[in-house]
């Protein structure tokens, strides 16, 4: 936001300079990112009044004016055809240089000697009319020099205006701002109202569709303007601000929006069919061209004004062209409303436009203005272009206004603060900024938020205000105290730390991977048409086309995870994953979402060291399984064989733990490595983790070391193949007797003298007791009595 000093001293006394103000403004918040000085002194140009005026006898488009500069009069040729006596414009005194270098002598025409010459805005290098001279006030003293007339020397502050605080973008609230920081009286500029015509209701109609969307709607109408271009000091105001001069209409819409901070738009009336305004979403197809000259194309989601046939212009973003005010146009609709800020933000962002009237309405303007804009705009217009206003104006709402009180516990601020203030202090501060205390009890106390400050809501907001003017540099500097307990974190996350920590220390590598993945990626697991993993959830914006969908598994990513290695020369991957999957409850219900943790192995391709790791085999993937569920507090776990479409036959299991399905485990078939562009074997599992007791919550029970000797015995159960590794040991947990402690398989043995079709499983079984050391007979006894409740359990029989 762009202000000049000379601005703000109409509305408030300034009795620091722009770098010193420029300082106060930025340590109370409101950041100034520039001062620039606009220097525009032009020695030896001064005001001039022409006193008498004659046509050369040779040249008639030339005239010989006398012209009083203040003390003496000069002779001056001029072919301007503005030029009249009594006029006052800027003279160019001899021994002057103008912008460009033109220096000014006499020169002789005839008989007579120009003594100097009547600029024009263009030759001042203030403007771009070349069409005649410049004609100055006439309250200009003549003599004086024209810089110092026009109030041309200015410096422009530069205010990065955050998006809570919109009432800086106005110079009114910039004004406000300094008043309360300096102390001075703020003076909000007045106008004139111009005398009245036909009541407005005769000639215009007004309808708002939906008040959500614009709860306040003002108009007036203005007749028989002529648009011309706008008064110099308008347009030299608007320049410097950052503005570019259209016409007398449309600058005093732009002036007073810079004024006030309420946008305005002009709309030409003759070209408003149905003589009347439709505030309405726009139609789904609608299009329309903007004043920048684009034809944009609308949907529903855009607010615009229509007459009764078409958009004339994008509600609080930008007019269409098809109403714009021109050279022709002699009867203006002037439009003050206000805008839902979000109506308006979902507009602009949709047609890719941000203009100075959007920014505003985003940021929520004063709603109070708004018909008072609309007022001050039409005298404007009036008092440059002409015309009369119609009788009355339109004021279309659905409830009136009413700005909101918030309470403020003075005790409570100074803590916040760590400053002891007075109430008095803080109904002080508060005031100079244009709230009304409306009284309390003890400390606390009520205000009422002025309309232009819609930031402040609650107590903290008044806090910071209060802060804001007290001065930040005032505020001692104090060590914070009190007591932090840190709230222990959620049970999904301990366990999946637990889980990092086991399968990092078993030489695993954490893999991260999207949370996207391809339709095809199923297609490449070969899955059944309706396995669970198809019920996925399509994103409605994806980041590519080749990733909207919310992955259902996480094997496809720790696939390419093998593929981006291997292709890059490593020899070995062994990694996890510790993520969530979505799977879709179908209608309109959110996904589901569940814990899953996946892991691959993929071998090298040649063992080449006698101390490297073991290659990976399925054996290797069960084996770490099995360590991880058993760190992780799980009992019963078992893997049963069974298949699955994307393992080979025979070499995948079930995982359980409890009774319960965890998930799958095993090695992925040829057509499933050639899907994902992986040469060697693959071993995969995946594991719900919904299932899994959360680290902390199941005890750990103290056991100490035996105090008695244990007893070791061995047994080898010969079994058919067909009987599973799981079922023995399932049978030996059932029939363990009360002093065997524990077993490992430390041996298989397929051959002589077995028969074919048999095995044999060798197995080191530990005896102890808890209250003596066991003699060899109580030991014998013990296991042979195991022994035959395993050989009626299994069917087997022993190797001695």
Not at 460 to 480: C, F, H, M, S, V
Not at 616 to 641: D, Q, V, W, Y
Not at 665 to 671: F, I, L, V
Not at 722 to 742: G, H, K, N
Request: with cysteine; net charge neutral.
């Amino acid at each position: 936001m762009k202000v000049t000093y000379r601005w703000l001293q109409e509305m408030v006394n300034l009795e620091v300079g722009p770098e010193e103000l420029a300082e106060r403004l930025t340590m109370a918040g409101a950041e100034v990112e520039a001062v620039v000085k606009v220097d525009a002194k032009m020695p030896g140009v001064v005001v001039g009044k022409v006193t008498d005026l004659w046509k050369d006898e040779k040249r008639s488009s030339v005239h010989w004016c006398r012209v009083a500069v203040g003390g003496s009069e000069l002779t001056i040729a001029c072919g301007a055809p503005n030029v009249s006596v009594g006029i006052k414009s800027p003279v160019a005194l001899p021994g002057a240089v103008l912008p460009g270098g033109r220096k000014i002598e006499p020169r002789s025409l005839g008989n007579l000697v120009s003594e100097g010459m009547l600029c024009s805005e263009w030759e001042l290098g203030l403007g771009e009319d070349t069409a005649g001279i410049m004609i100055l006030p006439a309250s200009s003293r003549v003599g004086e020099p024209v810089s110092q007339a026009l109030e041309l020397d200015d410096c422009v502050i530069e205010i990065n205006v955050t998006p809570n605080r919109p009432d800086l973008l106005s110079v009114r609230g910039v004004a406000r701002e300094i008043a309360a920081l300096t102390g001075a009286a703020f003076r909000s500029p007045s106008w004139e109202m111009p005398s009245e015509g036909a009541p407005i209701g005769e000639f215009v109609s007004v309808r708002v569709k939906d008040y959500a969307l614009c709860p306040n709607y003002t108009a007036r109408l203005i007749r028989g303007i002529k648009v011309v271009s706008s008064p110099f000091h308008l347009r030299r105001r608007l320049f410097v601000c950052g503005f570019r001069s259209v016409n007398n209409v449309v600058d005093a819409t732009n002036y007073v929006m810079l004024e006030s901070g309420q946008p305005l738009h002009a709309f030409d009336f003759r070209l408003l069919e149905g003589g009347g305004i439709i505030v309405r979403p726009a139609r789904e197809g609608e299009t329309i061209v903007t004043i920048d000259g684009v034809e944009r194309g609308l949907s529903s989601r855009v607010l615009v004004i229509a007459d009764s046939a078409k958009p004339v212009a994008v509600a609080g973003v930008m007019g269409g062209m098809n109403s714009e005010v021109s050279a022709a146009t002699v009867e203006v609709l002037l439009e003050s409303a206000f805008f839902n800020p979000v109506t308006v933000r979902r507009s602009a962002r949709e047609l890719g436009l941000s203009t100075e009237a959007s920014r505003r309405f985003e940021r929520t303007v004063d709603r109070a203005v708004v018909p008072e804009a609309l007022h001050c705009s039409s005298a404007l217009i009036v008092a440059s272009a002409g015309g009369s206003v119609a009788g009355g104006w339109i004021d279309k709402k659905r409830k009136q206004f009413r700005t909101p009180v918030v309470r403020l516990n003075c005790s409570r601020v100074s803590r916040f603060l760590g400053v002891e203030l007075d109430p008095a202090v803080c109904v002080r501060i508060l005031s100079a900024l244009g709230l009304e205390h409306l009284g309390g009890k003890s400390s606390t106390l009520r205000f009422k938020v002025p309309s232009w400050r819609p930031d402040l809501t609650r107590e903290a907001d008044l806090a910071e205000e209060i802060a804001r003017l007290y001065g930040y540099e005032k505020i001692p500097t104090t060590a914070p105290r009190g007591e932090i307990a840190p709230l222990p974190p959620p049970g999904e996350y301990r366990l999946a730390v637990r889980i990092r920590e086991i399968l990092c220390a078993s030489g695993l590598d954490e893999v991260i991977t999207y949370s996207f993945m391809n339709q095809l990626d199923l297609e490449g697991l070969e899955l059944d048409e309706n396995d669970p993993w198809r019920r996925m959830v399509q994103i409605a914006n994806p980041l590519s086309k080749e990733e909207g969908w919310l992955r259902t598994t996480l094997l496809p990513g720790l696939l390419r995870v093998v593929k981006h290695n291997l292709n890059r020369n490593v020899d070995q991957v062994e990694a996890f994953e510790v993520g969530r999957v979505f799977l879709s409850c179908g209608g309109s219900s959110p996904p589901a979402e569940e814990g899953r943790l996946a892991l691959v192995l993929c071998p090298g391709r040649e063992q080449n060291g006698l101390f490297e790791r073991p290659r990976p085999n399925f054996f290797s993937l069960k084996g770490i399984l099995e360590e991880l569920l058993l760190c992780l507090g799980l009992n019963g776990i078992a893997f049963s064989p069974e298949t699955h479409p994307f393992f080979q036959p025979g070499r995948s299991t079930r995982v359980r733990a409890g009774g319960d399905w965890l998930g799958w485990a095993g090695e992925a078939t040829e057509s499933v490595r050639e899907s994902f562009d992986v040469a060697r074997p693959v071993f995969l599992a995946e594991i719900a983790l919904d299932r899994f007791p959360v680290p902390g919550e199941v005890p750990v029970r103290f056991r100490p070391l035996p105090l008695y000797p244990a007893v070791g015995r061995d047994v080898a159960i010969i079994v058919d193949e067909t009987v599973a590794y799981d079922d023995i040991t399932r049978a030996m947990e059932e029939l363990r007797p009360p002093l065997l402690e524990d077993w490992r398989l430390f041996d298989i043995y397929r051959g002589h003298p077995l028969a074919r079709g048999e095995k044999s499983l060798a197995f080191k079984l530990i005896y102890r007791s808890a209250s003596g050391t066991l003699l060899d007979k109580k030991v014998s006894e013990v296991h042979q009595a195991f022994k035959e409740a395993l050989a009626r359990r299994l069917s087997c029989r022993f190797r001695e």
